[in-house]
């Protein structure tokens, strides 16, 4: 339900061609599967580059418009963001709920079922209607794909957490890798990710 209504929202705002900041530069390195200024962007401009072949028939104003392309995949990595989001708040709200005694839900599950959703979905379309996600989401840049990755890897270790398998934390180990090929950024996930492992390592 999040990944749905933001990505309308989102497809209803996109920026119709370039804009400000980096998007000419960004807009032809997709087009043409190019290489953009440090660090490259590699996955994204690879992913950029596909909805670029995809909506080729695009056109603004009689001409080529691939930017509208990458806005349009932008838009896809916001709502994918706020779709892990969503799944994030509503599984540890389900978990929070049924480990405690709740007086608010007591022993209604379904009661309980219709929080953790109403929570995860609020929270998610909180997060991506906020003005630096959403503004993000509808133009020309690798942000939006920095946040899917941000919340992928925090879904990932929470399910970890949950049930830890080697499986889960290699998988998580390398979307947070593959996260980097975008935006260094990420690396301020390093902190809270190595104590979560270290507490569940302990146990």
Same mark, same amino acid.
């Given at each position: 339900v999040a990944t749905l209504v933001t990505f309308g929202v989102y497809f209803y705002t996109l920026g119709p061609s370039v804009?400000?900041?980096?998007?000419?530069?960004? !807009?032809?390195a997709s087009a043409h599967l190019g290489v953009p200024h440090p660090p490259g962007y590699p996955f994204w401009t690879f992913c950029t580059w596909?909805?670029?072949?995809?909506?080729?028939?695009?056109?603004?104003?009689g001409y080529p418009n691939p930017a509208w392309a990458v806005s349009c995949c932008s838009a896809f990595f916001g709502a994918l963001a706020a779709g892990c989001t969503a799944?994030?708040?509503?599984?540890?709200?389900?978990?929070?709920?049924?480990?405690?005694?709740?007086?608010?839900?007591g022993n209604d599950s379904k009661l309980?079922?219709?929080?953790?959703? !109403?929570?995860?979905?609020?929270?998610?379309?909180?997060?991506?209607f906020s003005p630096v996600e959403w503004s993000q989401s509808t133009i020309v840049e690798i942000y939006s794909l920095n946040s899917l990755f941000l919340m992928l890897v925090f879904l990932l270790s929470y399910r970890w957490m949950c049930r830890p398998?080697?499986?889960?934390?290699?998988? !998580?180990?390398?979307?947070?890798?593959?996260?980097?090929?975008?935006?260094?950024?990420l690396l301020f996930a390093v902190v809270p990710l190595g104590i979560?492992?270290?507490l569940i390592m302990k146990k």
């Open positions: 804009g400000l900041e980096d998007s000419g530069e960004l !807009a032809t596909i909805f670029c072949k995809m909506f080729s028939f695009v056109t603004y104003m799944m994030l708040i509503s599984r540890s709200a389900s978990d929070f709920i049924f480990k405690s005694d709740s007086l608010l839900c309980a079922d219709w929080f953790s959703f !109403a929570g995860g979905v609020g929270g998610a379309l909180a997060f991506a398998t080697d499986k889960t934390l290699w998988f !998580a180990a390398f979307v947070f890798g593959l996260g980097l090929t975008n935006y260094q950024v979560i492992i270290c």
